[in-house]
């Protein structure tokens, strides 16, 4: 066997601690499918005297991570911190410049920096690897990169984050609000630490914006993004959607098309019987549309200790077994700057709740706002009128253009009779 590979692991939480139990429980048959042993040579995290459940005692403990950077015994640096820059980046930076490859679970630093790292392991002929920074249960990354490398791809749209997942499920299954599942989940431990990250769609959009690179060769675009969470979405929706047939998942799509890319999380309604729609609780799940491949269609953990430690281990292991081709399969310099679409170039059909007083001529405004606006109804349900004299008005419409459906929906929310926000939910025909 050639020598050992040596590991530095920054970060000893959930997925640092994982990623020691693998390579400590797996060893031999590690070892053995990658020709090579691999050693963890030195940790590092913020307090040394944590009991992390883990035997640590054969590593060399490193108070600031930032020296794993220049360490002569290592020869991977493994980042499990966090935060899109700080000493996440600069570890990241020093790592690869000092030739050292670099294996990171960290979404949000990829989705911001990912070009320029790329660009600095190219230089410096190393590996960066981040699998585990999207859906780490899901071999997304390598099944794009490599599995389908024969295709033109040109959507990869899915379910990128579990705790909203879990949420919308649990809402279903009980009926219970919004607010009553966000405390549950909260309690379950299953939000970030900054929730909004989970509820406002920043978290899947991370993942996105690294799954367009990885699917399109395009640089890494965060900010072209568009964001929309969880928080509006009630259990009146859930139940109406299903009397239409559909689901709410929030999803992030990205679709590439003649140079163009639209790159965008949000509620969506889908119907129910499509794989996707009845992928439930805290899975992950990913469609990926090919020219010689039609549609595959993944599911998994997205988080988690294991399946993130999982992902990991496996980028440890390709390094192991030699390879370090490009971050996002293409020398750095081809990845291009894709011009972005925006949100309000999109076409498409729409679920609306209206909540309104409960009187003569209500109905009437409301059609006369729509056929303002140019949008045309396909279906309107009046919902059963409330104690305090309101109700519901729940609408589907044809397709129309997103502009078109904000301007219907400014001219209902200024009739008097409409007294809550109109919620509007895009549906997606996938
Ligand atoms: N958890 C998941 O399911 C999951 C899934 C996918 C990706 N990720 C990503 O994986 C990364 C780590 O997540 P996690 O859940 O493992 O977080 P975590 O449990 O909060 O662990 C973070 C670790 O970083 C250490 N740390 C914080 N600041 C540090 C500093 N300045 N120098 C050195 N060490 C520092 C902490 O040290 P102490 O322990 O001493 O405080 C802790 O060990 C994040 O980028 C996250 O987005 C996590």
């Known amino acids: 066997m050639s020598e050992p590979l040596k590991v530095a692991i920054a970060g000893l939480g959930n997925v640092g601690v994982g990623v020691v139990k693998i390579l400590q429980q797996h060893r031999e048959l590690i070892a053995d499918r990658t020709g090579r042993e691999i050693a963890i040579t030195a940790v590092s995290a913020r307090s040394r005297n944590s009991n992390r459940g883990v035997d640590l005692s054969n590593y060399t403990w490193v108070d600031n991570a930032a020296d794993l950077a220049q360490m002569d015994d290592v020869d991977i ?3 499990a911190i966090g935060g899109e820059d700080g000493i996440a980046l600069e570890l990241a930076q020093n790592a690869l410049k000092n030739s050292k490859s670099f294996v990171t679970a960290n979404k949000a630093m990829v989705a911001h ?3 320029l790292l790329a660009d600095l392991a190219q230089d410096n002929n190393v590996a960066l690897r981040f699998e585990a920074a999207v859906a780490g249960g899901i071999p997304i990354i390598k099944a794009i990169g490599e599995g389908l490398a024969a295709n033109q791809l040109s959507l990869v749209y899915g379910i990128m984050n579990g705790t909203t997942n879990y949420m919308l499920s649990q809402m279903e299954a009980t009926g219970k609000s919004y607010d009553e599942i966000l405390e549950e989940t909260d309690a379950l431990g299953y939000l970030e630490a900054d929730p909004a990250l989970d509820l406002d769609g920043i978290d899947a959009a991370h993942k996105l914006a690294i799954l367009s690179s990885v699917a399109f060769g395009t640089k890494t675009d965060f900010d072209n993004v568009y964001i929309e969470g969880i928080r509006a979405i009630e259990t009146v929706d859930i139940a109406y959607g299903k009397e239409l047939g559909y689901r709410i998942k929030l999803l992030g799509i990205t679709k590439y098309e003649n140079g163009t890319l639209s790159q965008r999380v949000h509620p969506v309604m889908i119907d129910r019987e499509l794989p996707i729609a009845r992928v439930m609780d805290g899975f992950n799940a990913l469609v990926v549309d090919g020219d010689y491949i039609d549609r595959t269609f993944y599911q998994g953990r997205g988080a988690g200790e294991g399946p993130t430690a999982s992902a990991i281990v496996a980028d440890i292991i390709d390094i ?3 390879h370090n081709g490009a971050a996002f399969f293409k020398p750095s310099h081809k990845l291009v700057d894709a011009q972005s679409v925006t949100i309000n170039e999109r076409q498409g059909a729409y679920y609306v709740r209206l ?4 009187h003569a001529g209500v109905i009437a405004d409301i ?3 729509l056929k303002d606006a140019n949008v045309s109804v396909e279906t309107m349900l009046q919902k ?4 305090d004299g309101t109700v519901y008005v729940i609408m589907t419409t044809h397709e129309t253009r997103e502009t078109a459906m904000k301007d219907a929906l400014n001219r209902i929310n200024e009739l008097s009779s409409v007294i809550e926000n ?6 997606e025909k996938l």
């Open 77 to 79: 640096v493994v980042e």
């Open 384 to 387: 059963g009128t409330e104690r």
């Open 422 to 427: 109109p919620l509007s939910i895009r549906i």
């Open 320 to 322: 192991a077994r030699g």
């Open 367 to 369: 059609t006369t706002s």
């Open 355 to 358: 909540h309104v007083e409960d």
């Open 113 to 115: 920096h990912g070009a």
